[in-house]
């Protein structure tokens, strides 16, 4: 038995470590978290400083085993959890746990950190060792304490108030009102008409087009031109057949590169730039973090991933600046070390930002050893922090004013002169972010003389805010101090596990379910989702792990408002919870006013005189639409069922209408109004089947095998009965995204081929947009 024990948190890890500590030292897994508090109420107790009652994890109990019986052979043991909070209470508990065992109480473990698993970094760490740090721990014990109170006092409170099954988290329920308070905005959105002119002019073979930012002496807003009459005026008095250069102004412009990645705006690009959700982005650094073989055995090839910190250490950026003179250019490197400060008020302990363990290790040479989500992934970290301390990326820029009648016209272009930062890397952008004008012009002068190619108007809209994705969610959490980087992957997930929200074309649109927790919530715990609220408790966490704030005290405060607030809702009605009356007769008796009402399926319309009267119908249906629907014929004519012969009827569910039998539930015999599209393309996986068009649960449609459920492959995109020329599998899809335009894409993830068919529209163009 070796004479060293050294604990880590995974598996993988673990057999990156083995290698640069050798023999004398033995090295096992925790698998994450050991112990947590029990299940049940009771586990916090606020009467007693909120003594904590914890059990051992269950899945974990088998590796705690090995620890304790290999702490007994050992003459050292150190913790080496992961670099943060969680990791700190990990090895306190495992410290808690090996002081209960016979023959360890006089045991004391040694706390080692290092936040990228290169030799230098471990063996620095192992010859370094320090005491556990008492005020992380402190810090996420409150975390844990919080939200189980949270949690196990709110979520019966929506059981009795809304319905069985849903739950109510300390920082999920302000994500979540972030999401509803959008929906709201875009519901209650109403669109402004608004007009612009513009002028097509030509000077040698460039054609350019300008657009109107001022008449008869008055500079143009947004709204100055309401109507198509408005503008119709504007183009009855621009009588003149020739334009004339008015003014050239022309100004060098430089664009600094973005600071190395924290967690995350890492999160931000992965989601904009390689369509990865957050979830599977944290999985993929995380694999990158502990250690991948590369032909020399395991090594970490990114620095620890869950960091606020924008900092680099001074060997990396001797390293990054040796790389870019040496291998892209001295052009390319500044003549100081570029520095960045970190926009977060309370950057979490004394991590550096994602970066490559070596900048030496290009992506290209990694890539034979990498799945295609580890190779995307460690691409944009590698190309992001060489990017970083580059030179500006340079241009000129041409602002052109040209006058015709009482009219003036503006066209700006934009070209670059030297591309510094961009030749490696380029930021990814939101929906909102207003695109650079990189257009040409051609060589002008004042005075110059344009002819009049054409004139017209152009009619817009305003347009709503978008609903958020993953990435612009992440950014608002970030921005409002909701959760933490370690915490917003599990934030999204929770919401979409809870389906308190859905994704249309990946974006987040709250549930029935999720907007009536959230219209609970913001009603009657307005200050507990209070963004304010919610980023200062973090603030307070954040004190805590600094030393500056103690635990308890935090803890009391809160929980004595919080408390006494869940007691005083006790008597709350479910019906004015669950419950909205309309201005609207019911039609069938005639006698009482219409509800919108929550059930097991969402909101739907019914009778308040229920049960006497037993009208329903869907949500944003009509009486007339419904009353019709009810006068068709409900009998599938000259149909049986397939399965026992019974008749098939047409009924109508939660998705729709369908055809069932008549003989439910003894017979669940079921199918859609019309059949499903056959592709025409053979199942890949059993080669009995072909994929057929379906819709999932939530409208969107997919492409599954038609023998399911003997078959369960299924495709988001539409397949074409293609090979592909990478790894053979016998089916490619097509995949159409604004960003990349139209490709063939082979839907097996490890292999990650692609090839483009037709270019992404233009920015601005009506098929962009």
């Known amino acids: 038995?070796?004479?060293?024990?050294?604990?880590?948190?995974?598996?993988?890890?673990?057999?990156?470590?083995?290698?640069?500590?050798?023999?004398?030292?033995?090295?096992?897994?925790?698998?994450?978290?050991?112990?947590?508090?029990?299940?049940?109420?009771?586990?916090?107790?606020?009467?007693?400083?909120?003594?904590?009652?914890?059990?051992?994890?269950?899945?974990?109990?088998?590796?705690?085993?090995?620890i304790v019986a290999a702490a007994k052979e050992s003459e050292n043991l150190y913790l080496a959890t992961d670099p943060d909070r969680e990791g700190e209470a990990i090895s306190w508990h495992l410290q808690e746990i090996l002081k209960s065992k016979r023959g360890l109480k006089n045991l004391k473990p040694q706390r080692v950190v290092f936040h990228e698993i290169t030799k230098n970094a471990v063996l620095d760490a192992i010859a370094h060792p320090r005491e556990l740090e008492e005020n992380l721990v402190d810090a996420q014990?409150?975390?844990?304490?919080?939200?189980?109170?949270?949690?196990?006092?709110?979520?019966?409170?929506?059981?009795?108030?809304?319905?069985?099954?849903?739950?109510?988290?300390?920082?999920?329920?302000?994500?979540?009102?972030?999401?509803?308070?959008?929906?709201?905005?875009?519901?209650?959105?109403?669109?402004?008409?608004?007009?612009?002119?513009?002028?097509?002019?030509?000077?040698?073979?460039?054609?350019?087009?300008?657009?109107?930012?001022?008449?008869?002496?008055?500079?143009?807003?947004?709204?100055?031109?309401?109507?198509?009459?408005?503008?119709?005026?504007?183009?009855?008095?621009?009588?003149?057949?020739?334009a004339e250069v008015a003014n050239i102004e022309k100004k060098k412009r430089s664009r600094n590169p973005a600071a190395p990645f924290t967690t995350s705006t890492m999160q931000q690009d992965a989601v904009r730039k390689l369509g990865m959700t957050t979830d599977r982005t944290m999985r993929t650094a995380q694999q990158l973090y502990e250690g991948i073989d590369v032909g020399q055995g395991a090594i970490g090839l990114i620095t620890y991933m869950r960091t606020d910190s924008v900092t680099l250490s001074d060997e990396a950026l001797?390293?990054?600046?040796?790389?870019?003179?040496?291998?892209?250019?001295?052009?390319?490197?500044?003549?100081?070390?570029?520095?960045y400060k970190t926009k977060s008020k309370n950057a979490q302990e004394a991590h550096e930002a994602i970066r490559p363990t070596s900048v030496y290790r290009t992506p290209e040479?990694?890539?034979?050893?990498?799945?295609?989500?580890?190779?995307?992934?460690?691409?944009?970290?590698?190309?992001?922090?060489?990017?970083?301390?580059m030179t500006p990326a340079k241009f000129d820029q041409t602002t052109v004013d040209i006058a015709l009648g009482e009219g003036v016209f503006r066209v700006t272009g934009q070209v670059q002169t030297f591309a510094g930062f961009l030749n490696v890397y380029e930021e990814g952008t939101d929906d909102s972010d207003e695109g650079e004008d990189n257009k040409k012009l051609p060589e002008m002068k004042e005075g110059d003389k344009l002819p009049v190619d054409q004139l017209y108007g152009e009619q817009h809209f305003t347009t709503p805010p978008p609903r958020f994705n993953e990435a612009t969610l992440v950014k608002a959490l970030e921005e409002f101090g909701i959760g933490r980087p370690s915490t917003y992957a599990s934030i999204i997930s929770t919401l979409k596990d809870r389906e308190y929200v859905t994704l249309d074309q990946k974006r987040f649109v709250p549930t029935d379910t999720g907007e009536i927790v959230n219209k609970f919530l913001t009603e009657h715990f307005a200050q507990y989702v209070d963004y304010h609220f919610t980023?200062?408790?973090?603030?307070?966490?954040?004190?805590?792990?600094?030393?500056?704030?103690?635990?308890?005290?935090v803890m009391d405060k809160f929980w004595k408002g919080f408390s006494k607030q869940v007691k005083e809702k006790e008597?709350?009605?479910?019906?004015?919870?669950?419950?909205?009356?309309?201005?609207?007769?019911?039609?069938?008796?005639?006698?009482?006013?219409?509800?919108?009402?929550?059930?097991?399926?969402?909101?739907?319309?019914?009778?308040?005189?229920?049960?006497?009267?037993?009208?329903?119908?869907?949500?944003?249906?009509?009486?007339?639409?419904?009353?019709?629907?009810?006068?068709?014929?409900?009998?599938?004519e000259g149909r049986e069922c397939p399965k026992c012969g019974g008749q098939l009827v047409y009924k109508k569910g939660r998705y729709g209408k369908f055809i069932g039998c008549s003989n439910y539930p003894k017979c669940k015999h079921i199918e859609p109004l019309e059949p499903p599209k056959d592709t025409g393309v053979a199942c890949p996986k059993c080669g009995k089947g072909h994929l057929i068009e379906r819709k999932s649960r939530y409208g969107k449609l997919f492409y599954s095998c038609n023998t399911y459920p003997d078959c369960d492959y299924a495709v988001w995109n539409p397949p074409i009965a293609e090979t592909c020329p990478n790894c053979k599998w016998p089916v490619l899809t097509i995949k159409t995204t604004k960003r990349w335009g139209v490709e063939k894409v082979c839907p097996q993830k490890e292999c990650g081929w692609k090839e483009q068919i037709e270019p992404p529209a233009p920015k601005g163009s009506k098929v962009a947009e």
């Open 1 to 66: 038995m070796a004479k060293n024990l050294l604990i880590v948190e995974s598996p993988s890890k673990a057999k990156t470590l083995k290698k640069y500590l050798g023999s004398d030292f033995e090295i096992l897994a925790s698998y994450g978290h050991v112990r947590d508090l029990v299940p049940k109420n009771g586990a916090v107790d606020p009467d007693n400083d909120f003594a904590m009652k914890y059990q051992l994890v269950a899945r974990n109990s088998k590796h705690v085993d090995a």
């Open 365 to 389: 040479s990694v890539k034979p050893f990498l799945s295609a989500d580890q190779f995307k992934l460690y691409q944009m970290i590698w190309q992001r922090t060489v990017a970083c301390q």
């Open 535 to 553: 980023a200062k408790l973090e603030d307070q966490l954040d004190e805590i792990a600094t030393g500056k704030r103690q635990w308890i005290p």
């Open 318 to 339: 001797v390293e990054i600046r040796h790389y870019i003179e040496n291998k892209i250019g001295k052009e390319y490197l500044p003549a100081a070390v570029k520095q």
């Open 571 to 636: 008597g709350i009605e479910r019906a004015k919870i669950t419950t909205e009356e309309l201005d609207e007769i019911c039609p069938k008796c005639g006698n009482h006013k219409l509800q919108i009402k929550f059930g097991k399926r969402g909101r739907f319309i019914a009778c308040s005189g229920y049960p006497e009267c037993d009208y329903t119908r869907n949500i944003g249906e009509t009486a007339e639409d419904a009353a019709k629907e009810a006068e068709e014929p409900t009998i599938v």
């Open 141 to 242: 014990q409150a975390r844990r304490a919080l939200d189980y109170l949270v949690g196990f006092n709110l979520s019966p409170l929506l059981w009795k108030k809304i319905r069985r099954g849903l739950s109510a988290g300390r920082v999920q329920s302000p994500a979540l009102r972030l999401i509803c308070e959008r929906e709201n905005e875009i519901k209650a959105f109403e669109a402004q008409e608004y007009w612009t002119v513009h002028l097509d002019s030509h000077k040698g073979r460039s054609k350019f087009t300008a657009k109107l930012v001022q008449w008869q002496g008055e500079k143009l807003e947004q709204f100055s031109l309401p109507d198509e009459a408005a503008q119709q005026a504007v183009l009855n008095g621009l009588t003149d057949k020739e």
